[in-house]
């Protein structure tokens, strides 16, 4: 196995590393799948057929029918990818971006035009180092 | 002699090209970025380069996680505008330069930066949205683009210093190239924005503005900043900014800061545009 990464401190991130490249593979295929028009509309007349065509797992499959946005990236979804399920729903990056931190649409762009989500306090998982900056 | 006279920085949020494409520019959410352009746009058109190298990143676009190239560039006569998920934006087709492309991947390979070479490529947001901040909405694209990939969605991109180091070779070879060409190159992505997990929607403007001071006062100091602090600091997606070092290594080691533009947000994105010259420069 690979040792721990030091970005694993990082909270509330999903780095797409080797690890998530290795379980994610089939589920971001499947979302590069959808930027061709002729997919799009054959996945949305039928999402469930559709995905029958990938060899997801039944917790990706999950994900992707729930639109558990979170959950996706958990099973080894990257954002780049799991996004174009959200263009399909006619979804923004800032619609989903709150929809997996857990903030309301409207509290979501309040905090945004405040100047986005503050590092401090965000930097470790850890809240007793939270307040260090890194420094490169 | 063909020689690189300036450097562009520049943030590429799709929602900045949707926000063109649909003429919402002057709305009260996107007039304050907009009206930042501006200045970089009337000083672009009288620079009027021959050739532009745009460093940017594919965002599973052209390239899906079947084939990975952490450097690639494009040799084609044209790139089409690729279709993302949502149809492709309504912008010219992108004009290429062969000639120089080449000459580029043959040097570049030749001193060592092993090269991914591109025939046939879209080209998505990443590219097309500086291309939109910095020349409007013409008809046609002003000048030729030579796209230079960068990796960074698969984890690990590569280094900044890496990514400097690439920028001095390009350098190298564009000094090479026996046609009197005027190129500006294009370094985009960033500034700080997260766009996944529960941390999404991080912004750093300290970060950011270090960031941006850095590029004139000491580039080669950021060259040193570690993945995990460009993703703990700046958020995952941030780590973008490595693009940034591509341009910078491309120019002299002292150069004029000529133009400066930071607004946040741009979605989830505090969206960044910077103008550094060659102090050589005619």
């Known amino acids: ?136 | 002699m063909a020689r690189i006279v300036a450097g562009i920085a520049c943030s590429h949020v799709p929602a900045i090209g949707v926000a063109m494409d649909r003429g919402m520019t002057g709305t009260p959410y996107w007039d304050p970025l907009f009206k930042g352009y501006a200045a970089a746009r009337d000083w672009l058109t009288k620079l009027a380069p021959d050739v532009a190298i745009v460093v940017y990143n594919d965002h599973a676009s052209a390239f899906s996680l079947e084939i990975i190239p952490t450097f690639l560039i494009g040799v084609a006569e044209s790139f089409p505008i690729a279709d993302e998920g949502f149809g492709p934006r309504p912008v010219p087709t992108v004009q290429g330069h062969p000639a120089l492309a080449w000459h580029l991947a043959e040097s570049l390979i030749l001193d060592e930066f092993d090269m991914t070479i591109a025939n046939q490529m879209p080209v998505d947001h990443g590219l097309t949205v500086p291309l939109s901040v910095t020349c409007g909405q013409p008809p046609a694209w002003p000048f030729p683009v030579i796209p230079l990939c960068v990796n960074v969605v698969q984890y690990p991109p590569p280094t900044g210093a890496r990514c400097f180091k690439l920028g001095r070779a390009i350098r190298r070879a564009v000094e090479k190239f026996d046609q009197d060409l005027r190129i500006v190159i294009y370094g985009t992505g960033g500034m700080s924005h997260q766009l996944q997990g529960e941390r999404a929607g991080l912004i750093n403007r300290q970060f950011d503005t270090a960031f941006l001071d850095g590029m004139t006062k000491d580039p080669v100091a950021l060259t040193k900043i570690t993945h995990t602090e460009y993703m703990r600091e700046a958020g995952s997606e941030g780590i973008e900014m490595v693009m940034w070092h591509v341009m910078r290594g491309a120019l002299d080691e002292h150069v004029a800061e000529v133009y400066r533009h930071y607004h946040v947000p741009a979605s989830n994105t505090a969206a960044g545009l910077m103008i550094l010259e060659n102090r050589s420069a005619a």
């Open chain 1, 1 to 136: 196995m690979t040792k721990p990464h030091d970005y694993d401190s990082i909270p509330g991130t999903y780095v797409y590393d080797a690890g998530r490249g290795r379980i994610g593979y089939s589920l971001n295929m499947f979302c590069m799948s959808l930027n061709k028009a002729e997919n799009r509309k054959i996945f949305e007349e039928d999402e469930a057929a559709y995905l029958d065509r990938f060899p997801l797992t039944a917790e990706q499959r999950r994900c992707v029918l729930e639109r558990d946005w979170l959950g996706m990236l958990k099973v080894g979804g990257n954002i780049y990818y799991t996004i174009k399920i959200a263009f399909c729903d006619g979804l923004t990056f800032q619609d989903v971006a709150g929809m997996m931190s857990g903030v309301p649409k409207e509290a979501y762009a309040q905090m945004m035009l405040a100047g986005g989500r503050s590092p401090d306090g965000n930097r470790y998982k850890d809240p007793a180092k939270c307040s260090e900056q890194e420094h490169g």
